[in-house]
């Protein structure tokens, strides 16, 4: 299943983009099960694979990342670094939640690595970027459900 490419206006403006790091440009899931694979494309060439650890139909699932740089071009981030020693990607998780007045909220979790001597100081920032990239994604996904009804 393909998740159609994201206009950049889908998801607004957000501090990531601005400091130079790629935007997410579509996914695509090959099934829905344990074991298949979501691909996520971004900008620059940069790619996540993830792997689908846990699946509830229609309501939830996890993916463990692997970040395929085989395509990266030259950009304004650091993104060979991605997968290294210092910085990874290890997981995400969307959960649907179901509300009383029959609405729903798309819950997006994230899971990094980060091993440097200033873990503190990194991992202040990464939380940060980390919250604008989600926000982004949601945005995205709350246009796109409100604009199919």
Same mark, same amino acid.
């Given at each position: 299943?393909?998740?159609?490419?994201?206009?950049?206006?889908?998801?607004?403006?957000?501090?990531?983009?601005?400091?130079?790091? @790629?935007? @997410?440009?579509?996914?695509?899931?090959?099934?829905?099960?344990?074991?298949?694979?979501?691909?996520? &494309?971004? &900008?620059? #060439?940069?790619?996540?694979?993830?792997?689908?650890?846990?699946?509830?139909?229609?309501?939830?699932?996890?993916?463990?990342?692997?970040?395929?740089?085989?395509?990266?071009?030259?950009? @304004?981030?650091?993104?060979?670094?991605? #997968?290294?020693?210092?910085?990874?990607?290890?997981?995400?998780?969307?959960?649907?939640?179901?509300?009383?007045?029959?609405?729903?909220?798309?819950?997006?979790?994230?899971?990094?690595?980060?091993?440097?001597?200033?873990?503190?100081?990194?991992?202040?920032?990464?939380?940060?970027?980390?919250?604008?990239?989600?926000?982004?994604?949601?945005?995205?996904?709350?246009?796109?459900?409100?604009?199919? #009804?």
């Amino acid at each position: 299943m393909l998740f159609r490419s994201i206009d950049e206006v889908e998801g607004g403006p957000a501090l990531f983009s601005q400091l130079g790091l @790629p935007r @997410p440009l579509f996914a695509q899931m090959t099934c829905d099960q344990v074991g298949c694979v979501r691909r996520g &494309e971004w &900008e620059y #060439g940069l790619a996540f694979d993830g792997t689908i650890t846990r699946i509830v139909p229609g309501r939830a699932y996890w993916v463990r990342l692997e970040a395929d740089l085989s395509d990266l071009q030259p950009g @304004p981030a650091p993104l060979d670094q991605i #997968g290294g020693a210092v910085f990874d990607m290890v997981d995400d998780g969307y959960v649907i939640e179901e509300l009383d007045d029959g609405s729903a909220i798309l819950h997006l979790y994230s899971s990094y690595r980060v091993t440097t001597r200033i873990n503190w100081y990194a991992g202040w920032w990464l939380d940060r970027l980390m919250a604008d990239i989600q926000g982004y994604i949601l945005r995205v996904e709350r246009v796109r459900s409100e604009a199919a #009804g």
